[in-house]
């Protein structure tokens, strides 16, 4: 079962800061928190992953809180291609190595 | 970067037939795959994990004998759905880990099977 949630919908203005939540208050202290999106009928596009400290790519930004039971997606400055289906996903250790669980997600729409 | 390639991208087959989707890693050698499936509207929900030369995992209620898996080699793992009837149809997604890359885990462009 996934270890996350996610609220199912955003609404975000082209051009400025989407900030999308996540909640895994289960997270074990070896599980990393990555970030995919998904676009209509394609794969998931890797975004960022982290296990504790916050980090910084050139497609967004994640925050991780302290206590690691929640994190934060930052896409600075959210363009109309930005609409997306965003998963939070808890890599999950299994016996034939971690896999990847997916959550519900967030479906951001950028408005123009 | 690395790139997984799902093929075919879509097939229509006929019921009672079965169907063979291909998952290669093109620039990497990936010891571990996995299969997805995912219905209109709804989340990837993880079938199986395939390991490079033994049998593949199956998630639980996960059919081992409807869906089977091969992982043959380093870049390649075939998903084999038999027997297909149109509950099978679905849009069905490949991964792969790539242990030297950023981002560890690298996702097919998916296979849409549609099973009339």
């Known amino acids: 079962d996934a270890k996350t949630t996610q609220p199912p919908s955003m609404d975000c203005a082209e051009g400025r800061a989407a900030n999308l939540p996540c909640n895994h208050s289960?997270?074990?202290?070896?599980?990393?928190v990555y970030w995919y999106r998904q676009i209509h009928s394609q794969g998931p596009q890797y975004i960022i992953h982290?296990?504790?400290n916050n980090e910084t790519n050139e497609m967004a930004s994640l925050i991780i809180t302290e206590d690691r039971k929640s994190s934060t997606l930052i896409l600075p400055h959210a363009t109309l291609r930005d609409t997306a289906v965003y998963y939070c996903?808890?890599?999950?250790?299994?016996?034939?190595?971690?896999?990847?669980?997916f959550g519900a997600g967030t479906i951001l729409r950028v408005k123009s | 970067g690395a790139v997984v390639s799902q093929h075919p991208s879509w097939v229509i087959c006929k019921s009672g037939t079965s169907v063979k989707i291909e998952c290669r890693s093109l620039?990497?050698?990936?010891?571990?795959m996995f299969w997805y499936r995912q219905f209109p509207k709804q989340s990837l929900m993880l079938m199986a994990t395939?390991?490079?030369?033994?049998?593949?995992?199956?998630e639980q209620g996960v059919e081992k004998d409807k869906f089977l898996i091969n992982h043959a080699s380093l870049t390649l793992s075939t998903l084999t759905v038999t027997s297909a009837h149109p509950e099978d149809s679905s849009f069905y997604i490949c991964?792969?880990?790539?242990?030297?890359?950023?981002?560890?885990?690298?996702f097919g462009s998916g296979t849409r099977l549609t099973v009339v």
């Open positions: 991964s792969a880990r790539d242990w030297g890359g950023r981002t560890g885990y690298t």
């Open positions: 289960t997270i074990s202290g070896n599980e990393y």
């Open positions: 982290g296990l504790k």
């Open positions: 996903i808890v890599r999950v250790a299994a016996e034939y190595g971690n896999k990847l669980v």
């Open positions: 620039d990497f050698q990936a010891t571990t």
């Open positions: 395939s390991n490079e030369g033994s049998k593949a995992t199956y």
